[in-house]
């Protein structure tokens, strides 16, 4: 089998953390971060949703005090059986960077 060519631009980090996702103000559902890069991440979730969809993550309460609040938006860039690969709208902001040192 071949396997897909890569087009990341960042280097991925493991990463466990719950995440509010929305769209347009509206509440979708959630998802937890599988891992993270300067450029995005990998979305374990049920939602499926279209690749291009905008949607906004909100960290949720227990990922910790230094990220509360913290939303970040994002794109959809591909869907899989097991959740969402998404691309940060804006790369290396300070929130992707505190997402990245958590």
């Known amino acids: 089998m071949i396997k897909p060519k890569e087009h990341r631009?960042?280097?991925?980090?493991?990463?466990?953390?719950w995440v509010r996702l929305s769209s347009s103000g509206a509440?979708?559902?959630?998802?937890?971060?599988?891992?993270?890069?300067?450029?995005?991440?990998?979305?374990?979730?049920?939602?499926?949703?279209?690749?291009?969809?905008n949607i906004t993550?909100?960290?949720?309460?227990?990922?910790?005090?230094?990220?509360?609040?913290?939303?970040?938006?994002?794109?959809?860039?591909?869907v899989d059986s097991l959740g969402l690969g998404i691309e940060w709208k804006v790369m290396a902001t300070p929130q992707v960077l505190a997402l990245l040192a958590a």
């Open 27 to 53: 509440e979708l559902g959630m998802g937890s971060l599988a891992n993270v890069s300067t450029s995005g991440a990998f979305l374990e979730t049920q939602l499926r949703l279209p690749v291009d969809a």
């Open 9 to 17: 631009r960042g280097q991925r980090l493991a990463a466990a953390m």
């Open 57 to 78: 993550l909100e960290a949720v309460s227990s990922a910790g005090e230094a990220l509360e609040g913290l939303t970040i938006a994002a794109r959809v860039a591909r």
